[in-house]
């Protein structure tokens, strides 16, 4: 080493500072573990969500730990318990959501748990086959927050903001229909139902179709809905027509629209008006049918094969409908009529219901009752017919009949009772009760008893024929026969004895010629005599062709015979 210079002074040595406390490094590991925590913490903090709670019937595919929440298949959520609740009746889940689907936290949120279905609508969740179930979610559009959800049993029939619009349908009752039955027009899927319920007065069902974009556009204030469930047959004269929208309706039912034939409306209706869900298309498509007017009818006659919804007719024309068949007691004929009960709609007497209402400018409350009071003065009475031969089934017919018995009614005494009268089969009944009753009264014991005894007389004397006369005419035909063969032998003989070439055939000609020339001249002898009777004295004149007067006679006379000589003593 270079030794140091003479001329330069040696460094002063360093200067040395002493802290007063000291910390070992001992303790910088924790303090970097406990900042590493407290930024997971507070990341963990700003990144996780709302925490939610969600009661299900069953945690049937649920795990905690494991199970996701998703919305169009992209998780927004984890299940971190499960527990029951404390009256046992379900279950609850907690789920932590992501900070990013704090929307989810909402009210009008839906959740629902996805697992693999079978059902009549088709079949769905077959891909948690291999994943497992998981929840699904569908926000709504409230901005109100909310911590506990019930969670759906099944899958919503569609997610909110899909492009379309809801209906109200009005049913007397749900039939096949359900949750997710689909909708049709002209037998293409256009939507489905999304919700049923009971009218709060109990009396119908409530039914929300949806209707996707664009074809909700086709519903309109005039738009016909029915029930296309099962199978339409129908039998008329072009035969038989078969009539079904698709084999989905044949399991799940559905639902089926279109606008009636001649209306051409096109501006759509607005969103949830209400329509009427009528039973089959051939109802739906009928004219309007207005306000129905409630009638009972008294019936003294057997009602078998009459049944609720069979219809009543107007002079062949759909009236009404069956809606009640019930047993009454006439305390005065001691008798168990029959009431039934019927809607009938005056409005479908079309053009005749404008002149058969009363003229009137105000309202009036009872007008259907007036029309109808109007036909029964002039004769209207319902009448059960036989509809099917085959199968028995009655329907109501409500007719006119000449020499009906007038009927008094007060038109506001509702329900309007309509007369009736015996049907025609039930005529054809008494007709023959009292045939039968007429056969009763013949004695066939005692006919029978005489035609026994007047047979046993009948065999006796054929058994006389049999033994004494047939034998005997036998004997008598076998002689008639002899007879015959001789008066047949004896007229071919007379035959070949007159024949034109035969003698005797000719001397009988000769004296038939005889006879004639005789009787000629006995005519002429007579004339002459009768002319000249004293000829018979005197003799014929000797001058040949001269009377004694000088004429000339009619006739030749045959020669006479010379006079006898007088007898002496004869003048």
């Known amino acids: 080493p270079a030794q140091p210079s003479a001329s330069r002074p040696p460094p002063p040595p360093p200067s040395v500072r ?37 009661a299900f019937q069953t945690a049937e595919g649920l795990e905690a730990g494991k199970t996701h929440v998703r919305f169009k298949n992209v998780v927004i959520g984890l299940v971190k318990a499960i527990r029951l609740a404390e009256d046992r009746s379900h279950i609850i889940v907690v789920v932590d959501l992501a900070k990013e689907a704090s929307g989810f936290a909402k009210a009008e949120t839906r959740f629902w748990v996805v697992r693999p ?125 078969v009539d079904t929208e698709s084999l989905a309706t044949l399991l799940a039912g559905g639902i089926a629209f279109q606008m009636p034939p001649g209306v051409w409306e096109t501006a759509p209706a607005p969103e949830n008006t209400t329509f009427q869900l009528s039973n089959d298309r051939r109802t739906a498509l009928v004219p309007p049918d207005g306000e129905p007017l409630f009638i009972t009818m008294r019936f003294d006659q057997s009602l078998r094969g009459l049944t609720l919804d069979a219809p009543v007719e107007f002079h062949g024309i759909d009236f009404g409908k069956v809606v009640g068949i019930n047993v009454d007691f006439d305390e005065a004929k001691k008798t168990f009529p029959t009431v039934v009960s019927a809607i009938v709609y005056p409005r479908r007497l079309g053009a005749a219901y404008d002149k058969l209402v009363p003229p009137t400018t105000e309202a009036d409350a009872y007008e259907h009752t007036r029309v109808v009071g109007r036909l029964i003065e002039q004769g209207l009475r319902a009448q059960a017919r036989s509809g099917n031969l085959l199968t028995g089934q009655l329907y109501i017919a409500l007719d006119f009949v000449k020499g009906a018995p007038k009927v008094a009614f007060d038109p506001q005494v509702l329900p309007l009772d309509v007369p009736t009268v015996p049907g025609a089969f039930d005529k054809l009944q008494e007709q023959v009760a009292r045939i039968a009753d007429k056969l009763d009264k013949i004695p066939f014991d005692a006919i029978g008893t005489r035609l026994d005894g007047n ?32 008066v047949d032998a004896t007229v071919n003989a007379a035959g070949r004895l007159f024949h034109e070439d035969s003698p005797l055939q000719q001397g009988l000609a000769q004296t038939l010629k005889d006879l004639q020339r005789a009787s000629t001249s006995m005519r002429a002898l007579t004339d002459y005599v009768a002319r000249h009777p004293e000829s018979l004295l005197l003799g014929r004149p000797e001058s040949p062709g001269l009377t004694p007067e000088g004429g000339t006679p009619a006739a030749p006379l045959p020669a006479a015979r010379p006079a006898t000589p007088p007898t002496p003593g004869v003048p």
């Open 117 to 241: 279905r079978v059902g009549a609508t088709g079949v769905s969740g077959i891909d948690t086959l291999l994943s497992g179930a998981f929840i699904g979610a569908d926000a709504g559009k409230s901005e109100q927050s909310q911590k506990s959800f019930v969670g759906l049993e099944v899958p919503p029939p569609i997610t909110y903001g899909a492009a379309g619009r809801q209906f109200s349908l009005r049913a007397e009752d749900l039939g096949s229909l359900d949750i997710g039955s689909p909708v049709y027009y002209r037998r293409v899927q256009v939507g489905r139902v999304v919700s049923s319920a009971l009218d709060k007065d109990g009396r119908g069902v409530n039914l929300q179709v949806f209707i996707e974009a664009p074809h909700d556009k086709l519903v309109t204030r005039y738009t016909r809905f029915w029930n296309a469930s099962g199978i339409d047959i129908a039998l008329g004269a072009n035969g038989l027509k």
């Open 455 to 486: 047979l046993t007389e009948l065999d006796k004397t054929l058994k006389q024929v049999n033994g004494e006369l047939l034998p005997e005419a036998r004997t008598t035909l076998l002689g008639l026969q002899r007879s015959l063969g001789e």
């Open 18 to 54: 002493r802290s007063r406390f000291s910390v070992s490094l001992i303790w910088l590991v924790p303090a970097v573990a406990l900042l590493l925590g407290l930024s997971m913490v507070f990341q963990a903090w700003t990144s996780s969500g709302p925490r939610i709670e969600i």
